[in-house]
């Protein structure tokens, strides 16, 4: 068990180090707490997956598929299907989307942000509806 999730985080640092220019763009906007002071991970192993972006407090995981994703959906599905049942949200964005318009894309991960979890409840977890930061 030790040795797959060592693997898992060592598949975790080398996608990090090869970032597509669609995940350094918004990994810029998510980084250092930018979007409301809410931390972001950025290549983050979770169960049997590493997660593009992950803000663990809000269970929200943000992915960004490159056109290899349309020939892949089922398996996407099915991967989306399992984040879930390990309690997160998952939005997706094609690579295009992030590069072409990122306020668009960032005014959708902060609208998921202030819309939490259906199967959370705000009181008693030390969540709080937040609020935009400067650029949001």
Same mark, same amino acid.
């Given at each position: 068990?030790? &040795?797959?999730?060592?693997? $898992?985080?060592?598949?975790?640092?080398q996608?990090?180090? !090869?970032?597509?220019?669609?995940?350094a763009?918004? *990994?810029a906007? $998510? @980084?250092?707490?930018?979007?409301?002071?809410?931390?972001? +991970? +950025?290549? /983050?192993?979770i169960?049997?997956?590493?997660?593009d972006?992950?803000?663990?407090?809000h269970?929200?995981?943000? !992915?960004?598929?490159?056109?290899? /994703?349309?020939?892949?959906?089922?398996?996407?599905? @099915?991967?989306? #299907?399992? $984040?879930?049942? /390990?309690?997160?949200?998952?939005?997706?964005? *094609?690579?295009?989307?992030?590069? #072409?318009n990122?306020?668009a894309? &960032?005014?959708?991960?902060?609208?998921?942000?202030?819309?939490? /979890?259906?199967?959370l409840? $705000?009181?008693? +977890?030390?969540?709080?509806?937040?609020?935009?930061?400067?650029?949001?």
């Amino acid at each position: 068990m030790e &040795l797959a999730r060592q693997k $898992l985080r060592d598949r975790a640092r080398q996608l990090r180090n !090869e970032q597509t220019d669609a995940e350094a763009k918004l *990994w810029a906007r $998510l @980084r250092a707490r930018q979007i409301s002071g809410v931390k972001f +991970r +950025r290549q /983050h192993p979770i169960g049997p997956y590493v997660a593009d972006f992950c803000c663990v407090e809000h269970r929200l995981i943000i !992915e960004i598929d490159g056109g290899q /994703h349309a020939e892949q959906m089922q398996s996407d599905q @099915r991967r989306t #299907a399992i $984040l879930k049942l /390990h309690g997160f949200r998952v939005l997706r964005f *094609w690579n295009n989307e992030v590069l #072409a318009n990122i306020d668009a894309v &960032l005014e959708q991960i902060y609208q998921a942000l202030n819309n939490p /979890h259906p199967s959370l409840s $705000l009181k008693g +977890r030390g969540l709080k509806k937040i609020t935009p930061s400067k650029g949001i």
